[in-house]
């Protein structure tokens, strides 16, 4: 590990004053994608954090502590004894030829001879700045590790997390140091996902309170499932300790997410009154990241976290969990030291609102948890929840992700008036008259065939969805969408689960071409959920469909999916057409290209 010269030669006046712990070790890059190919969960992430914090001369006023190991005990008393050995071991020369088959069966996760050492070293660094924050030798800490954490579960590792090093760090003070007089912890996960890991770990424990606020969208943003609602409050004795603040769509700013702050987190954490703050410090709702969607700045941040500085006696630890912007996440981070060391005011406001789905998701998690907690029984005012974010005409809101963004992270808005009439059927004669263009033969013979169309993600939002159908453009499209010859809306539209793990590929498929693409495990499992919004369609718009999200550049005089790929796929057991189960976080698929052949299996004809 590199440190700066001086940067552990802190005066003791200045240890007194801020005593802010920072956490790094160049160890926890050892852990890469096996052949060094690109990954947003990649070592740079933390490179590009501490690099931020030493050109601000952050280390030199602050106590800069080496990582440490955790030793298996403390990670058992969250994970089995089969995950810890699998991660102990993966890395070792007996699974060099395994390694990469063991991460396939696991959700979004890679191996290499770097991980096991990388994984007890963030698990351990995070148990190390949380004991010295509250034994009081520091007043508060970051622990700037990877590989993240919350989403790893009892048993499994996935969603780019091996060990949870916030349930194992909180686990840690509770029961092996009592006498540190930790009796309750507050975890805030501000992390774009939701962390589903950790909300398991601590279900029925009344000792934690588990806050967390992240895309959910009706459970179709990862880790895809239903654990993000905000029904789901605890069990038993940690009833009411669980909470969920679930966005219905992305693009949530500032504004967003400092009401939330003000009308749940804070009310319930007076009530609450923490012994210590561990905060899941995930920047992967930054503007600008390519995952998450979402606009909060490092002004944002800091907010946040400054508004969490009054609990605990300031006793405050972050842990690094996502953010694959670099830029980003280095600005997000050194905002947020910048507040623990208290020398800086906070630069920057919020002057715009809230969405109009914020106000309903704070009313809706306030009144499902308000026999709990009586400070958020009280319904808030008409002329706060009036206040929300001014809509563009003509631009509906989208929580798309699986359209490219601008470098920015944010979409052009562009003005549709006039522009997205209906020109497909037309076209210009030599003596300049307009004539109806003759339509392909293939088209009659399709249009009589109805199919389900299975979507995950952003083709979930049905006003999407209809500018396939109909043209037009929603904000996050690129462009806008010519529609289909046929315009008229799909027949049905069903929501379905399925108890089929949900798998995402890259960029592109050899089955539909360029586009994002995600697929079903065949393999059904009771504990596994996939949930899909169905639309029945024509074979004819179907094929319109496929055209405008992976191939732009097809004439369309012949279909892109006929008769015969149908007949070849419903004659047969279902199958993969095009495998890639790897990375499944980063990319979001919009064609369920698994999901449509088991559809079409069994009920793709009326």
């Known amino acids: 590990m590199e440190i700066p010269t001086g940067s552990r030669t802190t005066s003791s006046s200045d240890l007194q004053k801020k005593r802010v712990g920072l956490l790094y070790d160049d160890r926890m890059c050892a852990h890469h994608t096996p052949d060094n190919d690109y990954h947003p969960e990649n070592p740079n992430r933390i490179r590009a954090i501490w690099n931020k914090l030493q050109s601000s001369r952050i280390p030199q006023r602050c106590v800069v502590l080496d990582a440490k190991e955790a030793e298996d005990k403390y990670v058992l008393s969250v994970h089995s004894k089969k995950h810890v050995d699998l991660i102990r071991d993966i890395s070792s020369k007996q699974f060099n030829s395994r390694r990469n088959r063991i991460a396939s069966k696991f959700n979004s996760i890679y191996f290499n001879e770097g991980s096991s050492e990388s994984a007890f070293l963030a698990a351990g660094s995070v148990i190390e700045v949380a004991e010295k924050v509250a034994q009081g030798e520091l007043s508060s800490a970051f622990a700037i590790v990877r590989p993240p954490g919350h989403h790893a579960e009892h048993d499994e590792a996935m969603g780019f997390c091996l060990f949870n090093n916030v349930a194992v760090a909180a686990s840690f003070l509770l029961n092996e140091r009592p006498e540190l007089g930790i009796n309750k912890i507050l975890i805030v996960d501000w992390d774009v996902h939701h962390g589903n890991g950790t909300q398991k770990m601590f279900w029925k424990d009344p000792r934690v309170l588990f806050f967390s606020v992240h895309r959910h969208e009706f459970g179709s943003f990862y880790p895809a499932n239903d654990d993000g609602f905000y029904t789901m409050i605890g069990e038993g004795p940690g009833a009411g300790y669980n909470i969920n603040v679930p966005w219905e769509n992305g693009r949530c700013g500032d504004a967003d997410y400092l009401a939330v702050w003000d009308h749940i987190l804070i009310p319930v954490s007076k009530e609450f009154n923490p012994d210590i703050i561990i905060i899941s410090a995930g920047f992967d709702a930054a503007l600008g990241d390519p995952l998450g969607g979402c606009r909060v700045t490092p002004y944002g941040y800091s907010a946040m976290l400054k508004k969490l500085m009054s609990f605990a006696q300031g006793k405050i630890v972050l842990a690094l969990e996502g953010g694959y912007n670099l830029d980003s996440i280095a600005n997000s981070a050194l905002a947020c030291v910048e507040v623990l060391l208290e020398d800086k005011p906070i630069a920057g406001s919020s002057e715009a609102y809230p969405f109009e789905s914020t106000w309903r998701v704070i009313q809706a998690v306030r009144h499902e948890l308000s026999d709990f907690w009586p400070t958020l029984a009280d319904k808030l005012p008409a002329n706060l ?57 293939w088209r009659s013979e399709l249009s009589k065939i109805d199919i389900w169309y299975a979507t995950f993600g952003s083709n979930m939002w049905k006003p999407r969805f209809l500018c396939y159908i109909e043209g037009g453009q929603v904000e996050g499209m690129q462009k806008p969408c010519s529609g289909s010859m046929d315009r008229t809306p799909p027949k049905e539209i069903v929501w379905k689960s399925y108890p089929y793990r949900l798998f995402f590929g890259r960029d592109s498929s050899s089955s539909w071409g360029p586009g994002g693409v995600a697929f079903l495990d065949p393999e059904s499992k009771s504990q596994d959920k996939a949930y899909l919004c169905l639309y029945r369609i024509t074979l004819e718009q179907f094929n319109d469909v496929l055209a405008q999200e992976n191939v732009s550049s097809h004439d369309m005089t012949s279909p892109l999916f006929d008769l015969a790929a149908l007949t070849s796929i419903t004659s047969k057991e279902p199958k993969f057409l095009d495998v890639l189960p790897v990375c499944p976080l980063w990319s979001r698929g919009v064609g369920i290209e698994m999901s449509f052949t088991w559809e079409m299996r069994t009920t793709f004809q009326y």
């Open 385 to 441: 929840i009036s206040q929300t974010a001014v809509s563009v005409p003509n631009i509906l809101i989208s929580s798309s992700d699986s359209e490219a963004e601008d470098d920015n992270g944010t979409q052009r808005l562009k003005d549709l008036e006039e522009v997205l009439q209906p020109l497909s059927k037309l076209k210009v004669d030599e003596d300049g008259q307009d004539k109806v263009a003759t339509p392909n033969p």
